[in-house]
Nanobody, 119 residues
Framework: QVQLVESGGGLVEAGGSLRLSCVAS????????MGWYRQAPGKQRELVAL???????NYADSVKGRFTISRDNAGNTVYLQMNSLRPEDTAVYYC?????????????WGAGTQVTVSS
């Protein structure tokens, strides 16, 4: 089991920046990728960014060039630096980790942190 605690959300004006953090605890040695998803009101949860243990990253097209995902050396904290924020980035952002083998992955979710971008 992996427990996740997010922080860093808030209210920011369009064009501003925020940095989200997520600290993992529990069975962190089994984590092979960490990332962020978001869900806006009335919409489905969508991938924002993922980072693997080897440092490979994957971004949603809508955030490429504006958001940067990173991990600390200990491997239990993932960050999301969000620049040039837009009103359409407003959503609840969820930290996500994937553990276990590819044929039987196990996902864990944080409780979410609200990001609101005003126009």
């Amino acid at each position: 089991q992996v427990q996740l605690v997010e922080s860093g959300g808030g209210l920011v004006e369009a064009g501003g920046s925020l940095r989200l953090s997520c600290v993992a605890s529990g069975s962190i040695l089994r984590i092979n990728r960490m990332g962020w998803y978001r869900q806006a009101p009335g919409k489905q949860r969508e991938l924002v960014a993922l980072i693997t243990n080897s440092g490979d990253t994957n971004y949603a097209d809508s955030v490429k060039g504006r958001f940067t995902i990173s991990r600390d050396n200990a491997g239990n904290t993932v960050y999301l630096q969000m620049n040039s924020l837009r009103p359409e980035d407003t959503a609840v952002y969820y930290c996500y980790t994937q553990s276990g083998p590819p044929w039987s992955p196990a996902g864990s979710w944080g409780a979410g942190t609200q990001v609101t971008v005003s126009s």
